[in-house]
C-alpha cells in the first residue's frame, strides 16, 4: 500500500514542477514529455524503494523502455510543432491549466497501480506463465505503438492538402493503433502482475 501512495505522491510533485515551468514560461514543450517521464521515475523509485527481485527489476525496465521510447518520441514531435494547439483555451489561464496537470497526474499514478503494487511486494513471485504472457503483450503492444507514431509523424511530416487521414499501414486497419498499442503494454503490465 504505501508504494501506492508513494506512486500518487511521486506523480503529483512530478505534474506540479513540469505544471510551474509550463505556466511560467507559457510553454507547451515540457507538457508530453512529463508525461512519460513520470512514468519512468515512478519505476526507478518504486524499485529502490521496495524488494529488489528479478521480477520487479524487469518490470521497471518495462516501464522505463516503454516510457523513454514514447517521451523521444513526443519531444521530437513538439519541437518539430513548437506549439501544442490543445492547450491554445487554457495556456494563459492557470488553475484551467493546472486541472489539465492534474488530472495526468492522477492517469499516471492510477495506469501504473498494478506494477507500482507488485513493486511494493516483499515477496514478490518468480517468473512464472503470466509474467511471460505478459511480456509478450507488453512486447507486442509497444511495436504497434512505435510503428503507429512513426506512420503518423511521416504522414504528417509529408501531408499533401487533400489527404487529411491516415489511411496507410497499420492506419488502415485501426483509426488510432499507436493508443490500441500503449493500451497493449499497460494489458501486458497488468499480466505481468497478476500473480
Known amino acids: ?16 514542477a513540469f505544471f510551474a515551468v509550463a505556466a511560467a514560461r507559457r510553454t507547451d514543450v515540457v507538457t508530453d514529455l512529463s508525461y512519460s517521464l513520470s512514468f519512468a521515475l515512478l519505476a526507478v523509485a518504486l524499485f529502490f524503494t521496495g524488494a529488489h527481485k528479478v521480477l520487479q527489476l524487469i518490470a521497471s525496465l518495462m516501464v522505463i523502455a516503454w516510457a523513454a521510447r514514447l517521451g523521444a518520441y513526443l519531444f521530437r514531435r513538439i519541437l518539430r510543432m513548437k506549439v501544442d494547439h490543445r492547450f491554445d483555451e487554457m495556456r494563459d489561464k492557470p488553475l484551467r491549466f493546472a486541472r489539465f496537470w492534474l488530472l495526468q497526474a492522477i492517469t499516471v499514478a492510477v495506469v501504473m497501480l498494478p506494477v507500482s503494487y507488485l ?8 517468473f512464472g506463465a503470466w509474467a511471460i504472457v505478459g511480456v509478450a503483450v507488453w512486447l507486442v503492444g509497444l511495436v504497434i505503438e ?7 509523424y511521416a504522414f504528417k511530416t509529408a501531408l ?6 491516415v489511411t496507410s499501414g497499420l492506419w488502415r486497419y485501426s483509426r488510432h493503433p499507436n493508443y490500441f498499442g500503449e ?6 503490465l497488468f499480466a505481468y502482475a497478476v500473480p
Open 1 to 16: 500500500m504505501t508504494s501506492i501512495l508513494l506512486s500518487f505522491a511521486i506523480a503529483l510533485a512530478v505534474n506540479a
Open 119 to 126: 513493486l511494493g511486494l516483499d515477496n514478490a513471485p518468480g
Open 146 to 152: 512505435a510503428v503507429g507514431d512513426q506512420q503518423k
Open 160 to 165: 499533401s492538402g487533400d489527404e487529411q487521414f
Open 183 to 188: 493500451i497493449l503494454v499497460w494489458w501486458g
